[in-house]
Structures are given as structure tokens and as C-alpha cells.
């Protein structure tokens, strides 16, 4: 909008006012039927002041330059009672100056503010049409999301389901390698069944709607440290959870952080004895910073801009199985809650991720 | 395998899912009685015996419905509402059985009464294991009313 102003109908109007005080300045000197404006300069000198007066008023940013009019008929009053050793009064001229300065304040003023509304009320419909486009692009990923998760399953549970069957049925006549290169199958049909999930999670995080009020912090971790009971088992793992403060913001989604983090932090320690883990906090003024630390295999600063990004990895699926979306799905909820996340990392000494979520009333 | 004898209704687009099925219900000895319909017209044509399947005993109903949600020609959810909507035949005991997980299916499916809705797990075992379940769970385990 604001290169739109350069060419608005205020600008155009401006230039036509000065056309105008211009000629009338011109009149004013070689007017042939009335000499007496020549005789009387101040009403020249109007329609000279109508011109910084007039640009003042045309863009916003000039506005500084009605001084100098407002400058000159201070001088003019100053110099009234000097004007008249010299032969003629301007007391009279300048009370006209006066008053075509208001007029075109006014004048300015108000076509300022009409054009104002006008770009206002354009820009409204603009933003509307905007909404509705964004509708409409939101409506196409759900149904898209919708479709991945239908229909990719399909051919997905077949692929896993008849390798399946193959190995069940003809194991006498299929060798060992024959086993093995359908169990490949298999095993890549169940990356890609965990991909599918994974993205219809972050999908989600995007879209749902969020539901927010007082979530317990530190309930929620060690509930969804209990979920990871299957993969806990049997390690020594120090988990220390602090005493969190509760946060405002969805529950579910918050849930789907905590799990992401600790699900990583419990991978990444994998070959950690003991392995710790711990999930604080520190409280500003404005907003509460949770982190997750871990002294698991951590990662090489030079590569924190990948960090979160969508399908990033920063280890082989060899070293550490996953799909590069987690934090993915971390930063959106976050961002979500009008928050911001980082990292710090070293490898093989640890990662730390921290994410901020601001107070309420914030 | 004549009409009438017909246990389990598997109403199913998807072949291979529908093979899927069959073998894990065989698994319980579940699949002798089965009769699969390809879509949701199909289906309505067999438990009203319209159509194609006009010459079948109207009375005889299956004891259970298995249920596909995304189907050509009539959808899931319409066959539901129509067979939940007959007085003859909504005591039938329905199992949405679909690759779906979204919310507004599962919340639409209970609308209109729906008895299970069980999405169907990607990996082979766990889809076996809980169509056999299913299986058997409402074939011998439930009690149905008498008809």
C-alpha cells in the first residue's frame, strides 16, 4: 500500500492545487487588468506558501514542511509595522494568507483522511479475499492429509501383508536369501508405514484446533516418560524431572512436544551408561523455558540450522532409526503457543533443547 | 456357497485387503461363511436383496457386517445409516473396518450407530491379530439378540 501512496489521488490533487497557486502567482504579477496585485506582493506570496503548504500536506512524512508557511506569517506580523515605511499595509493581505492557509489544510487534511478510509476499506477487502484463499488451501491439505492416510495405507499393508504370507507359506521351498530379501521388504514397508504416521502427526499439529487453558508440566512429562516404558526397560536411565511450572497452552500438543524430546533424548542414550536425563526450567518475566538435557550422542553445532528442519537427520538410520520429523512437529506446536525453540549440542557429550512458552497474559 | 448361509458380511473395495481379511478370519475357522461385496451399492443389494442378489431370502441377514468406509458408488457411511435405519435389519451387529484414523469418521460413525470401529494397522501381524480378534469376538464371544 505504501508504493501505492506515491501515485494516490491526494498526490495528483496536490499537483494540481500547486498548478493552480502557481498560476495564480503568475496572475498576481502580470495580471493586465488589475494592477493593484501587483501593488500588493502578499497576495503572491499566498500563493507561494500554498506550495510547501501543499506538499507538506500531500505525503504523510512532509507534514514537517507546514512550518515554513505558518514561519513566514509569523514574519509578516513582525514585520507589519515596518511594512508600512515602506508604503503599503499587509495586514490585509495577510489575513487572506491566513485563511487560504486553513482552506487548504483543511482541504488537504480531509482528502488525506477520505483516501485513508478509502485504502482502508480496500485493504479490508483484500485481507478478506487473502482469508478466504487460505480457507480454501487449508480445507485442500485436510482432505489431502485425509487421502495420505487412507489411501497410502492401502498398498502399504498389502505390501507388508503378502511378504508376509510369501514367508509363511513357502518357507520350505524359499531359501535363506530369498527370506531375507522379503524381510528387506518388510522392513523398509514399516519405515515408510511410521513416515506416513508422522507426517498425518505434524499435519495435525498444524491444524487442529487448539485447545488451550493450565496444563501441569510436570504431570505431563512423567506421563509421557511412562509411555516409553517399552523402551526404558532393562537400561539405567537417571531421569530427573524438575518442579515444573504449569504452562497455558494445549495439552494434547504439549503432550506430542514432551513425547518427541524424550522420545529422542531415550534414542540418542541408547549407548549411554547411565544415561541422564533431565527435563528443567527457567522462569522469566514474561515467559517460562523448558528444556530437555541429555548426555546421549548430541550433535555438531555446524549443523544447528538443520536441527529442526522437515525430514533432517542428523544421524544415520544405521546409528539411530527415525524419520526427521519430530522436531519438526516440536517447532510448529511451539510456534503455535507464540513461543521459540533452540538447541545446543556436543557430539557424544549431549543435546539440550529448549523451547519458551510465554505467560497467559502475554 | 449358497446366499443363505451366510455368516459374516465383508463389504470391502480393496482385494488385497479383503484377502488380507479372509485369511485372518480363516485363522479362527471365521471365513467359511463369508460373503464379500466389492462396494457399498453391492452391499445394500445383498442385505435388502435388491438387484443382483434379488433372488436371496430377505429374512436371512448376516450376523455380522464388516465395513469398509471409503468405497466407490455408495460410501461407508451411507450403507450405515441405511442398514442402521431399517428395523430389520439395525440390530445387525456393525464393525466399521477401515484404513481411516480420522476423527470425524470415527465421531460420525458412532452417529449412526455403529457397533466397533477398528482401524486397520499397516504392519501384518497386528492386522491379522485384530481382524481374528474381531472375529471371533462378535461371532462367539457377544450375544446377539434373537432375530
Not at chain 1, 17 to 28: A, Q, S, T
Not at chain 1, 169 to 178: A, I, N, R, V
Not at chain 1, 249 to 265: E, K, T
Request: charged share 25%; hydrophobic share 40%; proline share 4%.
Amino acid at each position: 500500500m505504501i508504493s501505492n501512496y506515491h501515485h494516490s489521488p491526494v498526490l495528483r490533487g496536490s499537483f494540481a492545487i500547486i498548478l493552480f497557486g502557481l498560476g495564480l502567482m503568475v496572475f498576481n504579477f502580470y495580471n493586465p487588468l488589475d494592477f493593484s496585485y501587483f501593488l500588493n506582493p502578499g497576495e503572491s506570496y499566498s500563493a507561494f506558501l500554498t506550495f510547501p503548504l501543499v506538499m507538506g500536506m500531500a505525503g504523510s512524512r512532509k507534514r514537517f514542511l507546514i512550518v515554513i508557511p505558518i514561519a513566514v506569517a509569523i514574519i509578516l506580523i513582525i514585520l507589519q509595522p515596518l511594512s508600512s515605511t515602506l508604503g503599503y499595509d499587509i495586514s490585509d493581505s495577510l489575513f487572506r494568507l491566513i485563511s487560504l492557509m486553513l482552506i487548504v489544510v483543511m482541504v488537504a487534511l480531509l482528502s488525506e483522511r477520505i483516501e485513508k478510509v478509502r485504502s482502508l476499506s480496500s485493504l479490508n477487502e483484500q485481507l478478506k479475499e487473502q482469508a478466504e484463499k487460505l480457507e480454501d488451501a487449508n480445507q485442500e491439505l485436510e482432505s489431502f492429509a485425509y487421502s495420505v492416510s487412507h489411501d497410502l495405507r492401502v498398498p502399504l499393508r498389502a505390501i507388508d501383508g503378502f511378504s508376509r504370507i510369501m514367508v509363511e507359506d513357502y518357507e520350505e521351498t524359499l531359501d535363506e536369501e530369498g527370506i531375507r530379501l522379503l524381510n528387506i521388504i518388510r522392513e523398509n514397508t514399516k519405515k515408510m508405514g511410521q513416515l506416513i504416521d508422522d507426517i498425518l502427526l505434524l499435519s495435525r499439529a498444524g491444524r487442529q484446533e487448539m485447545k488451550e487453558g493450565d496444563v501441569d508440566m510436570k504431570s505431563l512429562v512423567e506421563s509421557v516418560y511412562r509411555e516409553f516404558d517399552n523402551q526404558t526397560e532393562g537400561r539405567k536411565i537417571n531421569f530427573i524431572v524438575e518442579d515444573l511450572p504449569p504452562a497455558y497452552g494445549d495439552r494434547a500438543l504439549l503432550y506430542q512436544v514432551f513425547s518427541n524430546l524424550i522420545g529422542n533424548s531415550i534414542k540418542f542414550t541408547r549407548n549411554k551408561n547411565p544415561a541422564e536425563i533431565i527435563v528443567g526450567f527457567e522462569e522469566g518475566k514474561k515467559e517460562t523455558t523448558y528444556f530437555v538435557k541429555d548426555n546421549g550422542a548430541g550433535f555438531n553445532m555446524k549443523y544447528i540450522n538443520k536441527l529442526f528442519g522437515l525430514f533432517q537427520r542428523l544421524h544415520s538410520p544405521e546409528e539411530f532409526e527415525g524419520t526427521g520429523v519430530g522436531l519438526s512437529i516440536v517447532q510448529r506446536v511451539i510456534k503455535r503457543h507464540h513461543g521459540r525453540v533452540w538447541g545446543e549440542g556436543a557430539v557424544d557429550e549431549g543435546a539440550t533443547i529448549f523451547f519458551t512458552l510465554p505467560h497467559e497474559n502475554e | 456357497m449358497g446366499f443363505d448361509e451366510v455368516e459374516i458380511l465383508l463389504v470391502e473395495d480393496n482385494p488385497t485387503d479383503a484377502e488380507l481379511t479372509m485369511r485372518a478370519l480363516k485363522r479362527k475357522n471365521l471365513a467359511n461363511q463369508v460373503a464379500w461385496v466389492k462396494d457399498g451399492a453391492e452391499a445394500l443389494d445383498f442385505i435388502f436383496a435388491q438387484g443382483d442378489y434379488c433372488h436371496r431370502n430377505p429374512e436371512d441377514l448376516p450376523k455380522l457386517i464388516l465395513l469398509d468406509l471409503r468405497m466407490p458408488k455408495v460410501d461407508g457411511l451411507e450403507v450405515l445409516q441405511k442398514i442402521k435405519a431399517q428395523e430389520n435389519t439395525r440390530k445387525i451387529p456393525v464393525v466399521v473396518l477401515t484404513s481411516s484414523q480420522e476423527d470425524r469418521d470415527i465421531v460420525e460413525s458412532y452417529e449412526l450407530g455403529v457397533n466397533s470401529y477398528v482401524s486397520k494397522p499397516v504392519e501384518f501381524d497386528e492386522f491379522i491379530d485384530a481382524v481374528s480378534t474381531l472375529g471371533l469376538y462378535w461371532m462367539l464371544i457377544n450375544n446377539p439378540p434373537a432375530v
